[in-house]
């Protein structure tokens, strides 16, 4: 929004200055991707493994109990949203979070509501 914005009513609380600094649309559905990929509790678990190690497929299913299938679809839609990372060691490819500030912000926001100290 801009400064054209005009609000029904004038409630002399600055308002014009927060619409002022308002994002664009674009911004808003972007966050609200990301955030989706929050909302599943497959992911999240695939995430908060990501967070504290870095590892291949195999070993991810295998710690979050799911099949490679999933995980790798899983894996997939992180990738898309660039919270996770991926890196070609020998013939197995090893994933990670991803060195983005909106990865950190997750990982912290991720010890926080498990209430954990990473162990790295």
């Known amino acids: 929004m801009n400064s054209l914005t005009h609000l029904p009513h004038d409630h002399d609380k600055n308002i014009q200055n927060v619409l002022n600094s308002m994002p664009e649309s674009k911004k808003f559905s ?20 990501l967070c504290h190690s870095r590892e291949c497929v195999s070993n991810i299913a295998a710690a979050v109990g799911m099949s490679k299938a999933v995980v790798s679809h899983h894996l997939q839609l992180l990738r898309k949203s660039n919270l996770v990372t991926s ?12 060195n983005t500030r909106e990865a950190e912000l997750i990982h912290q926001a991720i010890d926080s509501i498990f209430d954990i100290t990473c162990p790295k």
């Open 87 to 98: 890196e070609r060691i020998g013939q197995e490819i090893h994933y990670s979070l991803n």
């Open 30 to 49: 972007e966050a609200a991707s990301l955030f989706q990929q929050l909302g599943d509790g497959t992911r999240l678990k695939i995430l908060w493994f």
